[in-house]
């Protein structure tokens, strides 16, 4: 019966491939890449207010207000939408030979670095499809910020909020130094942020600092880029996409993807849509060009190289013959993907982009590699949960009230969450190597609740039965999941990536399978042998739903993992659910 | 039991009630009770307890050495030890000495033995990071004084000196 079963899947899977291949084809075709040069010509201009303009609330010292910004040349399509950067934390000041500091202002002739330039790159692609984009400074609430309680998080928003208010300024009654230019040209109910390290946090306090102040500006998307996140605020009802990149040195144990899991059932009926974006390869320096060692600013450093111990020697993420790591050009041509999809859609309404970060189109040219993974939690009203995985009820009622029910699994529990004594999931291995865990400096808030499972044998199962109330399914494109390979299971085979089937199965007993090698390179093995890598980083996997073919849609009941592909394996395992992408 | 230990040195080095009126000037007149006046308590005078140097610069962070003092607070602090408020009198500052330190998005993190002093802070020129404590406990004889970024104990780098507790000290 079983050899029955995989012979009509493994047929299916050939015409599913075939016409995955054709819809691909069709599909890449639609969605043109966001991080081309736009046709609009682009002024870049710079504000300064001074050293020590601003003074945020208990904070041990002031800040200047300064940030460069990028626009169309032509104003008379205003008004435009705006999007903010802000850099992450960094040494502050230099002095001739290459001496840096950690002062603020700059004392005895010392220079500022312009930590605020090094995102000039996507300014410029943004500004030429018609943004406005501000870059600002922060060095002054870098000299001091580990004084503070929450390493500089307030104040950060706080700046944000002063620069969206001089903004403001700006477009409704003009000043200095610009006079009335951007009168009128700038559309403050469409804002969009982007923080890099500490500065992704950064934008995540002020999207909260704006929402309690009555939200005075139109906060529509928060980017956080390779973030810290010490604090846990949290992201509601707005677009979210977290940059996380395998490789870095700094922020080695990737705490940023908190931003993610602590968004997804935070508040009931969310509607923004959020979604992290894995790269591999990628450091934590080289997404601005004034950090990057080719532009000789003092105080650049490649962190992985710098920061991690025997970093030389990974075969991943070192220096060594056949390594994966990107070139400072490559890794900027995937932020400059990423962040231009990101705004685009979700601030400028170009939905065309979506796709890119659903998973749905392969990454676009600008990306400059393949090698990456997004991951996608739908928007409330786009969703249909069939599993969280929240709670040891998740693992023999699901969250849609039907039974959960595993065959030949061993383990077969939750880890990660608070529900789990024990909080890590791999607990002989460090937390920088399991990131949807690693404890946050400012909080107690636990981690991702995750299945720990595995197989031993090709019986093995896991089923999700979805009451029949629930079953008409065919409103939603996909049935989707996160998943890693446990690196730290002894049967999971270094290098070999893991594989096995998602099965529909309808009210009559009709079902079809796919496999998930054939729609998501997401089940490799987590690669690195310097630690903090290997990592695991649980990563989407969405299956189309037109892949289940002779499977009715609108009576599904019961969707199935089928261990058959691999003969053992473990994996780490949340977020079962059927899920729409917005148009 | 980094989460404990780390929530701990958090409660002690956060949690303070009233504050420091006179020499800390512009921090008397906070409201927040999270705020303790670091700035002041890293330039305040101290009374040294405990030091090591090094002519060879040690490991990646190019460590030379540590210092350990005792800050007599002008008033006292209310703080949370171990769960228990207590009123405490004075503070201690650990400052390794090394580097540059780089000036990375995590903090530093200096340990004593397998307890966290707390999260460094860079001295300008990077040449020295500091931690401040209530906690006397932590300030022990023989202790092993370590220096990470983040809170894993397997990535701390170690000096070799344990701490010689001096009986009398000079002030700083």
């Not at chain 2, 307890?49 to 460590?63: M, T």
């Not at chain 2, 966290?116 to 802070?121: E, R, S």
Request: with cysteine.
């Amino acid at each position: 019966m079983r050899a029955i079963t995989r012979n009509y899947a493994g047929a299916f899977s050939l015409m599913f491939l075939l016409l995955l291949g054709a819809g691909a084809r069709s599909v890449f075709a639609q969605v043109p890449d966001p991080g081309t040069p736009g046709p609009l010509a682009v002024t870049r201009e710079e504000y300064n207010f001074g050293d020590t303009a601003f003074q945020p609330s208990n904070f041990p010292g002031p800040v200047e207000l300064r940030a460069s910004i990028h626009y169309p040349t032509s104003l008379s399509g205003g008004p435009f939408p705006v999007i903010l950067f802000l850099h992450g934390r960094h040494v502050t000041c230099s002095q001739g030979g290459g001496g840096v500091f950690l002062e603020w202002p700059c004392s005895g002739g010392r220079t500022s670095i312009p930590s605020y330039r090094g995102y000039d790159y996507v300014s410029n692609v943004l500004a030429s499809h018609g943004y406005v984009v501000v870059s600002v400074s922060a060095n002054g609430v870098n000299a001091v910020d580990n004084s503070v309680f929450d390493l500089g998080a307030l104040a950060r928003a706080e700046l944000l909020q002063k620069h969206l208010d001089i903004l403001n300024t700006f477009n409704s009654t003009g000043g200095a130094p610009f006079g009335n230019k951007f009168v009128g040209k700038f559309d403050m109910s469409k804002v969009g942020t982007m923080g890099h390290s500490r500065g992704g946090e950064g934008v995540v306090r002020h999207y909260v600092l704006n929402d309690s102040l009555g939200a005075p500006y139109g906060i529509k998307a928060v980017f956080p880029l390779a973030p810290v996140d010490f604090n846990r605020f949290v992201v509601n009802n707005a677009a979210l996409n977290v940059l996380l990149p395998y490789c870095d040195g700094d922020v080695s144990d990737l705490q940023g993807v908190h931003f993610y899991d602590d968004a997804r059932y935070n508040v009931p009926g969310d509607q923004g849509p959020k979604h992290y974006v894995l790269v591999m390869g990628a450091n934590h320096n080289f997404y601005n060009t004034v950090w990057s060692p080719s532009n000789n600013f003092p105080g650049a450093i490649n962190d992985w190289l710098a920061f991690v111990p025997g970093g030389h020697s990974d075969d991943q993420c070192g220096s060594g013959p056949g390594n994966q790591r990107l070139t400072e050009t490559q890794q900027r041509g995937t932020g400059l993907a990423y962040m231009t999809a990101f705004f685009r859609a979700y601030v400028g309404g170009e939905t065309q982009f979506i796709p890119i970060l659903t998973g749905d189109a392969a990454p676009p040219p600008s990306a400059q590699t393949n090698n990456l993974f997004v991951s996608y939690h739908a928007p409330a009203a786009l969703r249909l949960d069939v599993n969280r995985l929240l709670n040891d009820t998740n693992l023999t009622i699901n969250t849609l009230n039907g039974a959960a029910t595993q065959t030949g699994l061993t383990p077969y529990e939750l880890c990660g969450s608070a529900a789990s004594p024990a909080n890590k999931c791999l607990p002989d291995f460090l937390n920088a190597q399991q990131p949807h865990t690693t404890p946050s400096a400012r909080s107690s808030a636990r981690g991702l609740s995750q299945l720990k499972t595995g197989w031993n044998n090709f019986t093995g199962n896991y089923r999700n039965d979805i009451p029949p109330a629930l079953g008409n399914v065919s409103g939603f494109q996909a049935v989707q999941f996160r998943v890693s390979v446990n690196f730290a299971d002894a049967r999971n085979l270094a290098d070999l990536a893991q594989d096995f089937r998602v099965r529909l199965t309808d009210a009559a007993g009709s079902s079809a399978s796919v496999r998930v090698s054939d729609v998501s390179g997401a089940l490799y093995f987590p690669p690195g042998n310097v630690a903090p890598v290997p990592k695991v980083v649980l990563n989407t996997v969405r299956v189309p739903l037109s892949a289940f073919g002779g499977v009715n849609l609108n009576a599904v009941r019961s969707v199935q993992f089928t261990f058959d592909e691999r003969l053992q394996g473990g994996l780490l395992i949340t977020d079962v659910a059927f899920a729409s992408a917005p148009q | 039991m980094n989460r404990i230990l780390l929530n701990r040195c958090v409660a002690i080095t956060f949690v303070v009630l009233p504050l420091l009126a006179g020499g800390y000037g512009a921090f008397a007149q906070r409201t927040t009770n999270k705020e303790v006046p670091v700035r002041e308590l890293l330039k305040a005078p101290g009374r040294l307890v405990s030091e090591a140097k090094s002519a060879r610069p040690n490991g990646a962070l190019r460590l030379t050495g540590y210092r350990v003092e005792e800050v007599r607070l002008q008033r006292n602090l209310t703080v949370d030890i171990k769960g228990q408020q207590i009123a405490a009198d004075k503070a201690w500052r650990v400052t390794v000495t090394g580097g540059p330190f780089p000036v990375r998005a995590l903090p530093a993190v200096i340990w004593i033995d397998d307890e966290i002093v707390g999260n460094g802070i860079e001295s300008e020129d990077l040449s020295q990071v500091t931690a401040i404590t209530f906690d006397s406990s932590l300030i022990r004889e023989g202790g092993v004084v370590s220096i990470s970024y983040g809170e894993d104990k397997d990535t701390r780098q170690r000096l070799s000196q344990r701490l010689q507790l001096k009986r009398e000290g000079g002030n700083q």
